[in-house]
């Protein structure tokens, strides 16, 4: 019998398995059997259930296992041992033997060598991933409690110590519910289920450092079923409707486009959102009308035009009448577009002011030109504010930061403020504006303006990184230099307590000697070179002499005269001290720390180049996510007027509420989610359908396009696999035969 999964190509069959009236006249009589402790004929049985009939010991041991009935304890273990062995008629045989014993099927055995007392019957199969026994165990209400996570507050957790055993309970108790058997057949919904483990595990991982690479596993486990299930849809109305399924997912985003996405995204769902389905499909909505059929150059030409060239007169019209003009922006991509040219407008109008500025005599006189391009930037930077608080109040502080240009925003947005406050200060300040520059205090507005605008200007530029992530060849690029940015905080960290170690020490030894000097023989005096005279100022040092050679001139040390010919003194002991403390520095920073950030940096970055597919999908789709938004319609600033007149829309309408902080919520949507009333019926069809397909893939082997995509996401992982019946079809045909020679 070939191994289930293992062949690239050709057919296995399905085997089925159903029990009948005969088969509970059959269950009769091996009871008989085992009362009667006749172990010729429970052997007869066992060997039709199982494939190794020729493990006599496996046989002896289950059989004296099942005539024990001085207590459950064996009968349990025979059940734990018949779902190890994986045939489905056997456990149903065994099952019927508890009826002396109820409620102990349910139990894992507390005195077994074998088996840990907290493993049950369903959590051992469910290790098996055997999904003919989950579905017996669940029919018969067998059920998994669920676990409590790590960082778990409540009353029961404090009053539970963290001992041995319920870490150990843990581990399996996810390990167990990982299994694709148990997402399928034990959850309403296997991808919000699998969704909602992952985020457990990740919590887990944070949480339990001891068993890191155990929750790791297990969590790559549930990704990849995510990304196996969405790859049974076989067309785009099939997987909208598994990625329109509002369940999970917070108000705010329950009316959004494919809300299911965005809780995949809190997820980090890689393999499901990289998936070729769910690309295809996100894709079709991100061009929206503009995908349908192949449309001419001229028309495509224009629609570009549209929202490049003629985009402030068609966005100002758009938000003056709260989005009842202009439809084009309700297309996710056209608003791309209108928001890079408004961006590109907006490092221009910064360029001007540049230009504008080297014409200026050293005092803070502007121009009517100048004070319009200022004014725009800052008006433009209230609204980039607006749309990020308004995406902020979405996501909320965590979800928000977890992606690298959020924070660049926040920084960005916060230097700009900083400018606008300073810019005020400037232009409301009795200074006459013709005072030359010369003449100004060194804490005047107008030069910390200068500063804070110039460092806005340099981080602006910056974001120009973020459009460019949609192109395939220089996104990458840019995702990895984002994901080695944590790497470098790390660096610096460590590198920062180096610093002011050695700073501190060699403060301490050269502090005393920085105002001493030794008089000369030509009556000249020479001071102490004062290069570690304190902390602050060796620390600097310090910092700086790691982008360059620091020679030992630089911490010349200087005594002073002594003795009745006044000779200078010397302390060599010292110098010796302070220029070993310095060598050590460079070995430790240079040849150690220097190696082990480019090490890291390197590391990395080809974690992030092996998975260069996956990671470039994953950040469009959040990229993609961000222009379906309502509140995107129009960029900055036509998006102060357009979040206005839209908002005073959704209030006259009477159809939305004022939430905290989802903001406008529709009120049907709040009505289906209090009466629980939202259409399901059509979604568990369609994931009846998708098991059945992913049903037979197991059995049909061949490769689709889908397959091979998913595949280059995945590490491949071969559960054991028996549909409604044993472990083999060898297993219902022995079964068959038992049946027949009973029957005759």
Not at 59 to 70: A, K, M, Q, V
Not at 256 to 284: C, E, W, Y
Not at 569 to 594: D, G, K, P, Q, S
Not at 728 to 740: F, I, M, P, Q
């Amino acid at each position: 019998m070939p191994t289930l999964g293992a062949k690239e190509d050709g057919y296995e069959g399905i085997p089925y398995y159903k029990a009948s009236t005969f088969t509970i006249s059959l269950m009769k009589q091996f009871r008989n059997h085992v009362f009667l402790k006749d172990k010729s004929a429970i052997k007869k049985f066992i060997k039709s259930f199982i494939n190794e009939t020729d493990n006599e010991a496996q046989l002896d041991n289950l059989t004296s296992l099942l005539c024990d009935r001085s207590s459950s304890e064996p009968l349990k273990e025979a059940l734990l041992t018949s779902v190890l062995i994986g045939s489905r008629p056997l456990v149903e045989f065994v099952l019927q033997l508890f009826a002396e014993f109820p409620g102990e099927e349910y139990c894992g055995c507390s005195n077994s060598n074998a088996f840990p007392s907290h493993v049950t019957p369903l959590m051992l199969a469910c290790f098996c991933n055997n999904y003919s026994i989950v579905e017996c165990l669940l029919i018969r209400d067998h059920r998994i409690i669920l676990p409590h996570r790590p960082d778990c507050v409540c009353k029961m957790c404090q009053l539970t110590s963290q001992t041995v055993s319920n870490r150990l309970l843990r581990l399996d108790t996810y390990r167990a519910i990982s299994s694709e058997a148990f997402l399928w057949l034990a959850t309403k919904d296997p991808l919000l289920a699998a969704i909602n483990l992952a985020q457990d595990l990740e919590c887990c991982i944070e949480t339990d450092s001891d068993h890191k690479e155990i929750y790791s596993s297990l969590l790559s486990r549930v990704q990849t079923f995510s990304g196996d299930l969405i790859q049974q849809c076989r067309n785009l109305e099939e997987v909208d409707c598994v990625l329109e399924q509002p369940e999970g997912a917070t108000l705010s985003e329950c009316g959004t486009t494919f809300p299911r996405i965005r809780v995949g995204l809190d997820a980090h769902m890689k393999p499901l959102l990289s998936h070729m389905n769910l690309q295809m499909s996100i894709s079709s909505r991100w061009m929206g009308a503009w995908s349908e059929g192949n449309e001419r150059l001229f028309r495509v030409t224009g629609r570009v035009l549209r929202h490049t060239v003629g985009y402030p007169i068609l966005a100002f019209i758009h938000a003056i009448t709260g989005g009842t003009l202009i439809h084009s922006f309700m297309i996710p991509y056209a608003r791309y577009l209108s928001y890079v040219t408004s961006y590109f407008l907006f490092i221009f109008a910064i360029l001007s002011l540049r230009f504008l500025k080297k014409t200026n005599r050293g005092n803070s006189e502007t121009s009517m030109i100048e004070l319009f391009l200022e004014i725009y930037c800052f008006v433009y930077i209230f609204g980039q504010i607006l749309s990020e608080f308004l995406e902020f109040s979405r996501r909320g502080m965590a979800k928000y930061f977890e992606l690298w240009w959020r924070c660049f925003d926040f920084v960005l947005l916060y230097i700009f403020v900083g400018s606008f406050i300073l810019w005020l200060a400037t232009h409301t300040s009795p200074i006459p504006e013709t005072l030359h520059r010369k003449h100004w205090v060194e804490y005047d507005p107008a030069v910390l303006y200068d500063i804070s605008f110039g460092a806005a200007c340099l981080m602006a530029f910056w974001r120009i990184f973020y459009f460019i992530q949609l192109h395939r060849s220089y996104g990458s690029t840019v995702i990895s230099i984002g994901r080695c940015v944590g790497e470098v905080v790390n660096y610096f960290v460590i590198m920062g307590i180096v610093i002011i170690s050695f700073g501190l020490g060699l403060s301490t030894i050269l502090q005393p000697y920085s105002e001493f000097y030794t008089q000369q023989d030509d009556g000249s005096k020479k001071s102490a070179t004062l290069t570690f005279p304190d902390v602050f100022v060796s620390v600097k040092n310090l910092f700086w002499g790691f982008f360059g050679y620091m020679n030992p001139v630089d911490y010349n040390l200087q005594v002073g005269n002594s003795g009745t010919d006044l000779s200078p003194m010397n302390h060599f002991v010292t110098r010796i001290a302070v220029e070993l403390l310095t060598a050590l520095y460079y070995i430790v920073t240079v040849i150690t720390l220097l190696n082990l950030m480019v090490s890291l940096l390197v590391k990395k970055a080809d974690e992030v180049l092996a998975n260069e597919n996956v990671e470039w999908k994953y950040t469009r789709v959040h990229m993609y996510l961000e222009y379906f938004e309502g509140s995107m319609a129009v960029p900055p600033p036509f998006n102060i007027i357009f979040l206005f007149t839209l908002s005073l829309r959704k209030f006259a309408s009477g159809k939305y509420k004022l939430i905290w902080p989802d903001l406008l919520i529709k009120k049907n949507i709040l009505e289906a989610m209090n009466n629980d009333s939202l259409s399901f019926s059509s979604y568990q069809k369609l994931l009846i359908v998708l098991f059945n397909r992913y049903r037979c893939t197991k059995f049909y082997h061949y490769r689709t396009m889908q397959q091979i995509d998913a595949d280059d996401k995945k590490d491949n992982i071969k559960p054991h696999l028996a549909f409604l019946n044993g472990s083999t079809s060898t297993n219902l045909s022995n079964y068959d035969n038992l049946c027949s020679s009973y029957a005759s």
